[in-house]
């Protein structure tokens, strides 16, 4: 922090860059490369899981019933796999080179290191999505031993985690640089904060992935005789838990990001947000033991401490942010004129441009549903009637994916004109796009949880249970919320559909500078 | 900051964020009250 | 501007509405977080403690499951002749989990404390009672001690909710309250 | 240098708190000491302890 920052911009750098015309950005041309090759490489894992999606969600709606049981677990855990890891990090990935290299006008360190990353990922997810397929690996996101699957699965997920840590590597070397080369002046932007803060808690959730993979590679190598399931648990959801809290400082840094892109917000006041992220980055991963609330051997103490986030501060964190984004755009708007009553400013947002709904079907999807269901949850003895019961999967629905995906989805709107440089196509369909998106999320994660509360299990491909030795009859309002869910994933697709047909066909569009922030007029 | 609605910043947010506050408060207790028909467990 | 570096000192105080939503939002956190001991001793019901829980092996606990059966086994049921048990006047009992049965059936007293033991012979499974929806993880290796107190009469499903490999729908069991 | 000294002058303002929630390394150590600690090796501890 002594060190006196001196301006020396280009020099002994073999970076090439471009300025950007509409929002005068120096974009460094390399890491630009990296951006849309990991942002494509994104979309097409949220296609596959995306198809997988509508195949079990129409197995789960009784009715239907699509699929045979093998099929049904095996294209679970692909979905689960696509969708939470691979979509997920490709994305961030994006999302992480463009915050260090773009927002700061920097240049990326390591370019080369940074296509090694991106190989390793490519090759972890294209062997993880082949074994599966395969049907050698039928064990779900979170392949607790002992159940098995073929040592293939398990290199894949293992070279993806190294790919992805380097990414943060990368990330954290290009800020220090960048602070170092004096490429910005004072703190960075408060969007680059939230990324630091996704990449520190990627750091952890990465290694703890590795404590608990690597000696399972080994059991499954024949290496050790065994791994014990309670070790593996702890150290698993490390993993699988935080992962999803990457996810969620990603989703806010871009929720952020898109108030000033879309309305020009300022955050109100600079020290509360980034107080939030530093809660976040000390106590959020306690989080994890979630999973673990009704498993045999942990205290209750450690249980309550944990789960509460060291007294729910992380939570806090989120309070915070729940306030400070809308307030930074009520504050934006009502200095724009919008001034009138309570909800003035509300009622004339811009709420035609694709990137604000889904900045605020996402902050509400995630802030009514799956904030407070995720706090309910994590209450010791409430978990006790939720654990692995449909209710968990509402949950995340609401979060990772009514929340986090589709601020990633608002978030393309903007890049692909801004760094792909084409024009978006069928502008027509963008404008609804978060709108029918969203509104299946919140069919399918409220059925969800409706259902979960009934008894229905999650990871359950007959819940009749026809051909049980003891029968069991489950309520029939389950069944009702059952039908919602696969009227809900319809809708959902159908919203991912859009999405991916905006994509695709935007990059077949002819390649041209933008002209406007505005990504239906640039 | 200069533009006050009746002396504070972001009114409209600050009766949302309420809404969200009684919201949580509802499912939290909503669901305390759903435990008393299960079975005792220590 | 959160895309541009903000200005050089912005450590500043807080609003007068900021401090206020932080202040209501500080104090909820901390009422939750003594709730979850509160609760431990106003609510009905409860997490099974570290201690409600030993080590054993499948093999291991296999002998003890296979003894207590054999000793209060009453009848059987189903294609595969599932035992059913009634283990009067013991307060130890015990439930197996294995791909894809929970053995055996239990008949059990409203009113009366049970220790409930619970592990799993192979891969993990979870315990869950429907409709009142109790739901807990079983692991192999751990001998899972729940006490409880059936307070409702009637019949109780088990099933499985933890994936435990291609036949885990299939996988139930039941216990009836007399 | 009269620059320099300046922005020097302007490092020298900045309050503590604000220079610690700059600082990547106290943020990156924080990050994975309370997790690792307070979660990995507490629960792992809770395990190992069973009889």
């Known amino acids: 922090m002594a060190a006196v920052a001196t301006p020396t911009v280009f020099s002994g750098s073999r970076n090439e860059y471009r300025v950007c015309p509409v929002t005068t950005l120096k974009v460094d041309v390399a890491a630009e490369r990296l951006i849309i090759w990991n942002a494509v490489t994104a979309i097409v894992a949220l296609t ?45 990935a ?13 240049r990326l360190v390591g370019v080369k290191l940074a296509w090694v990353a991106y190989a390793l990922m490519l090759v972890g997810a294209v062997m993880v999505n082949y074994i599966i397929l395969a049907g050698e690996a ?24 190294v790919g992805a840590i380097l990414v943060c ?26 990324l630091l803060t996704a990449a520190i808690i990627a750091l952890f959730t990465l290694g703890s992935g590795a404590v608990a993979l690597i000696p399972t590679l080994l059991w499954r190598l024949g290496v050790i005789a065994g791994i014990d399931p309670g070790f593996y648990r702890v150290t698993f959801w490390g993993f699988g838990h935080s992962a999803q809290q990457v996810n969620l400082s990603a989703m806010i840094a871009i929720w952020y990001s898109l108030g000033t892109l879309t309305v020009g917000s300022k955050p109100v006041n600079e020290k509360l947000s980034r107080t939030a992220f530093v809660l976040y980055i000390l106590f959020i991963n306690l989080g994890s033991m979630h999973h673990l609330l009704v498993d045999p051997g942990l205290e209750s103490v450690t249980k309550f401490f944990n789960t509460s986030y060291a007294m729910y501060l992380a939570v806090l964190g989120s309070l915070i942010h729940a306030y400070s984004i809308p307030a930074a755009i009520e504050t934006a708007m009502r200095e724009k004129g919008y001034n009138k009553g309570l909800f003035g400013w509300l009622l004339n947002a811009p709420w035609k441009e694709p990137g604000f709904s889904s900045l605020m079907l996402s902050l509400f999807i995630f802030g009514f549903i799956g904030g407070p269901t995720g706090v309910v949850l994590g209450a010791g003895q409430l978990n006790l009637l939720a654990h692995n019961t449909w209710r968990i999967t509402g949950h995340f629905h609401a979060t990772v994916v009514g929340g986090t995906t589709l601020a990633f989805m608002g978030f393309t709107y903007y890049v692909i004109p801004l760094v792909f440089r084409r024009p978006l196509f069928a502008k027509a369909l963008v404008r609804w796009q978060p709108w029918v998106y969203g509104a299946g999320m919140i069919l399918l994660s409220v059925s969800m949880t409706l259902a979960g509360t009934f008894g229905a299990p999650r990871r359950h491909w007959d819940v009749t249970f026809t051909n049980a ?40 569009m002819p390649k041209r500078e933008a002209r406007s922030l505005n990504p239906l007029e640039a | 900051m200069e533009k006050k609605h009746n ?30 028909q299960a079975w005792g467990m220590r | 501007m959160a895309i541009y570096s903000p200005e050089r000192g912005w450590w500043k105080p807080l609003g007068r509405e900021e401090k206020l939503w932080v202040s209501v939002a500080a104090v909820w956190c901390v009422f939750m977080f003594f709730m979850l001991f509160g609760w431990a001793y106003l609510g009905p019901q409860n997490l099974p403690g570290g201690q409600q829980a030993k080590r054993t092996t499948p093999a291991q606990y296999k002998v003890l499951a296979d003894a207590f059966v054999a000793k209060y086994k009453i009848g059987e049921e189903g294609a ?13 009992i015990y439930l197996t989990a294995q791909k894809w049965q929970w053995t055996p059936i239990l008949i059990l007293e409203s009113g009366k404390m049970y220790n409930l033991h619970i592990s799993s012979l192979d891969v993990q499974h979870g315990f869950s009672v429907q409709p009142i929806n109790i739901n807990l993880q079983i692991l192999p290796g751990y001998d899972f001690i729940v006490e409880f107190t059936p307070t409702t009469k009637g019949e109780y499903s088990l099933i499985c909710n933890e994936f435990c490999s291609i036949g885990h729908h299939l996988m139930t069991g039941r216990i009836t309250v007399k | 240098m009269a620059e320099e000294s300046k922005s020097n002058q302007q490092e020298e303002q900045v309050t503590l708190g604000q220079k610690l929630f700059d600082n990547v390394w106290v943020l990156l150590a924080a990050g994975l000491l309370t997790p690792t600690v307070l979660y990995i090796v507490w629960s792992l501890f809770n395990i190992a302890n069973i009889k």
């Open chain 1, 48 to 92: 596959l899981g995306g198809t997988y999606a509508l195949l079990i969600g129409l197995t789960r709606w009784p009715d239907v019933h699509l699929l045979s049981a093998p099929w049904f677990y095996r294209l679970l855990t692909a979905h689960g796999m696509n969708m939470l890891v691979f979509w997920m990090v490709f994305f961030e």
């Open chain 1, 94 to 106: 994006a999302g992480l080179y463009f915050g260090a290299c773009i927002l700061l006008n920097a």
């Open chain 1, 138 to 161: 039928d064990v779900m996101f979170s392949a607790y031993p002992p159940l098995e699957a073929s040592p293939l699965f398990y290199i894949g997920y293992i070279l993806f985690a």
């Open chain 1, 169 to 194: 590597c990368i990330f954290i070397a290009t800020i220090l640089v960048a602070k170092k080369e004096g490429r910005y002046q004072g703190s960075m932007p408060l969007a680059v904060y939230g």
């Open chain 1, 469 to 508: 030795i003891i029968p069991v009859q489950l309520p029939s309002l389950m069944n009702l919320m059952l039908t919602f869910a696969g009227i809900g994933t319809l809708l959902a697709v159908t919203g991912g559909i859009m999405y991916v047909v905006v994509c695709v066909g935007s990059l077949f």
């Open chain 2, 7 to 36: 002396g504070w910043e972001a009114p409209g947010t600050m009766v949302l964020v309420f809404l969200l506050f009684f919201w949580i408060a509802f499912l939290y207790f909503g669901n305390w009250v759903t435990l008393s």
């Open chain 3, 80 to 92: 595969t002749k599932v035992p059913v048990v009634e283990p009067k006047a013991e307060k130890e």
